[in-house]
């Protein structure tokens, strides 16, 4: 259950639950849904600071993205695979080809332990070898900490769990907001509701390159959406209507012009608005000429190029405190997971990799920090030629204010559930994670970095409460003040 006060709630605007116009033919974009109708923030910000989530959707294969490297781990992860200890068959990522990508931490990992980054991901390996990177391992969400005993026991009042595991669209919901599918509020949003009046618009507080998603719906800050192209325009108004411009300065009019009815007069106040944010928006890129290559063919990267743009403009258009969320797809590899993930893998860290030198570029790099996401992790069983949905997973945070080349949280041991020895805490079916960090730790740590404060965390991750001590820490240490 959510846990901010029932008044939060009643202040959504009547347009965030009402669907688009047509009008003329042609229907008004998302853009007019999204009002943004912000009170007074819980802080002030004077400088810049942007948070840009990447989610993964079907769920990335953890193994193989931060992979086991030192010899004891490897020989497990390769068996478990079906590997032959060398990587050969099965679905283990043959260890001579781990090298290029071997990270290097400035403080050695507990008991000999090494990891490498899928061969695919030299960009990203860069950034971390470079202390511009770092990895959160086994984070998933929780709703209180667990152990495997208490995960395998039936005393749910005292130890429940996160709603519908190892559902995609459920999963999903719950990393973006902490609750199931059908869920109005995320967590990216409540940040963006304590920063709204940091922001000279705050319309452009929560931004989406990637569509809708719950991650950026607060009860007042309400996600714009554009294009990898830029802001979305309402065409009626921005062309000629039936060729006539006439026509379409009528319609103009029509649907800016003030009215007697309340809801109608609501409806033209946003209206206006989105006509006046479209022109801000596409006047702010215009002026921001990114001298930083992004690879061609790669969504993703063309997402992040227009995130990098929109900060560029961030004098036009008077913001200082921002969240962003962008994404790519094709995670779900039941089957076809080592001919299908060295793709993803590529484009995952080529995009992320040039949004990071744009952000060089632009002067802001200890600005901007973006994170990734996904539904969950999946099993380290094989199951003949992918890995089926699992739980917790390693994640990669990357920016100049990430306290980089270094790992966060706890190595899990390698092992399936016939192998676990009974110390192992965090394997409950088919190598499936128990996380021994939750999403609200790991979210908690980036809202800090944002500026949010101690006391404004609850509004913010409704579960954080139950976390907390030198286990459960709500900082995680992986970021600069």
């Given amino acids: 259950m959510h846990l901010l006060q029932p008044e939060l709630h009643t202040r959504r605007?009547?347009?965030?639950?009402?669907?688009?116009l047509g009008l003329a033919g042609t229907a008004l974009p998302f853009a007019l849904n999204l009002a943004a109708m912000g009170e007074a923030a819980a802080f002030t910000a004077t400088d810049y600071k942007a948070l840009v989530c990447v989610f993964l959707y079907g769920g990335n294969d953890y193994a193989n993205t931060v992979v086991t490297y030192d010899d004891p781990s490897y020989l497990k992860y390769s068996a478990i695979r079906g590997g032959n200890g060398l990587g050969g068959g099965g679905i283990a990522i043959p260890k001579d080809a781990l090298g290029a990508t071997l990270l290097n931490p400035t403080a050695a990992l507990p008991g000999g332990r090494q990891y490498a980054l899928h061969p695919a991901m030299s960009g990203l390996t860069g950034l971390f070898n470079n202390g511009k990177a770092a990895v959160q391992l086994n984070v998933g969400p929780l709703?209180?900490?667990?152990?495997?005993?208490?995960?395998n026991g039936s005393n749910r009042s005292l130890y429940p769990l996160p709603p519908k595991l190892f559902s995609h669209?459920?999963?999903?919901s719950v990393w973006q907001s902490s609750s199931p599918e059908g869920s109005t509020i995320g967590w990216g949003g409540n940040i963006g509701d304590l920063a709204l009046s940091s922001n000279a618009n705050s319309l452009f507080t929560c931004i989406s390159v990637t569509g809708n998603a719950v991650f950026l719906s607060g009860d007042s800050a309400l996600q714009y959406q554009v294009s990898t192209s830029g802001a979305i325009p309402i065409n009626g108004v921005k062309s000629s209507v039936y060729g006539s411009t006439a026509v379409r300065s009528a319609l103009t009019s029509l649907i800016q012009q003030t009215s007697s009815q309340t809801l109608e007069n609501e409806y033209n106040k946003v209206t206006t608005r989105a006509v006046t944010s479209e022109s801000l928006v596409t006047t702010g890129i215009a002026g921001v000429n990114l001298a930083t290559p992004f690879p061609a063919n790669n969504g993703l990267a063309d997402q992040l190029r227009m995130v990098a743009r929109l900060i560029g403009a961030r004098g036009t258009m008077g913001t200082k405190r921002q969240v962003f969320m962008v994404s790519m797809g094709g995670f779900d590899l039941h089957d076809n997971l080592i001919s299908q993930q060295p793709g993803l893998m590529r484009r995952l860290s080529d995009a992320m990799t040039a949004f990071h030198s744009a952000t060089v570029e632009l002067g802001i790099a200890d600005k901007v920090t973006a994170f990734t996401a996904s539904d969950f992790g999946r099993t380290l069983n094989s199951n003949g030629d992918g890995s089926d949905h699992g739980w917790g997973s390693h994640h990669l945070m990357v920016g100049g204010a990430v306290k980089g080349k270094a790992f966060y949280g706890s190595a899990p041991p390698v092992s399936n559930t016939s192998t676990a020895a009974p110390d192992d805490q965090w394997h409950v079916g088919q190598g499936r994670l128990l996380p021994s960090t939750s999403v609200d730790q790991y979210?908690?740590?980036?809202?800090?970095?944002?500026?949010?404060?101690?006391?404004?965390?609850?509004?913010v991750l409704p579960n954080l409460s139950h976390f907390g001590g030198a286990e459960y820490p709500v900082d995680l240490g992986f970021m600069n003040a």
């Fill in 143 to 151: 709703v209180v900490p667990l152990t495997r005993a208490q995960y």
């Fill in 169 to 172: 669209n459920d999963q999903q």
């Fill in 13 to 20: 605007a009547f347009l965030r639950r009402s669907g688009q």
């Fill in 443 to 459: 979210a908690a740590t980036l809202a800090k970095w944002f500026g949010v404060s101690a006391t404004e965390m609850a509004r």
